[in-house]
């Protein structure tokens, strides 16, 4: 069993940065893959990125390419999210996930534990 608590969201202007993080609790979060996920009002929720559990393997949405950089302490049982150059379209509710697998999946059915999420909002 995972818990997941997402921190850090806010309201910054475009062209701003926020960092996200995401604690997790249970024995497995060394061995679990992790995952970011954002759900704008009105839409699916939507893939951001996802690290490995060695944090050597990344994988990120092409919309937030050289922008966002996820990266995870194992010893700390975190996973950050640092964004970036934010856009107006980047507000969502952001939600961390981990998965009962090593394997890098880039959908929600890939993941078993989810957090609350955190609101990021980013004003014109």
């Known amino acids: 069993q995972v818990q997941l608590v997402e921190s850090g969201g806010g309201l910054v202007q475009a062209g701003g940065s926020l960092r996200l993080s995401c604690a997790a609790s249970?024995?497995?979060?060394?061995?679990?893959?992790m995952g970011w996920f954002r759900q704008a009002p009105g839409k699916e929720r939507e893939f951001v990125v996802a690290?490995?559990?060695?944090?050597?393997?990344?994988s990120y949405a092409d919309s937030v390419k050289g922008r966002f950089t996820i990266s995870r302490d194992n010893a700390k049982n975190t996973v950050a999210l640092q964004m970036n150059s934010l856009k107006p379209e980047d507000t969502a509710v952001y939600y961390c996930?981990?998965?009962?697998?090593?394997?890098?999946?880039?959908?929600?059915?890939?993941?078993?534990?989810w957090g609350q999420g955190t609101q990021v909002t980013v004003s014109s």
């Open positions: 690290i490995s559990r060695s944090g050597g393997l990344t």
């Open positions: 996930a981990a998965a009962l697998t090593s394997r890098v999946g880039i959908t929600t059915l890939d993941y078993d534990y």
């Open positions: 249970g024995r497995t979060f060394s061995s679990s893959a």
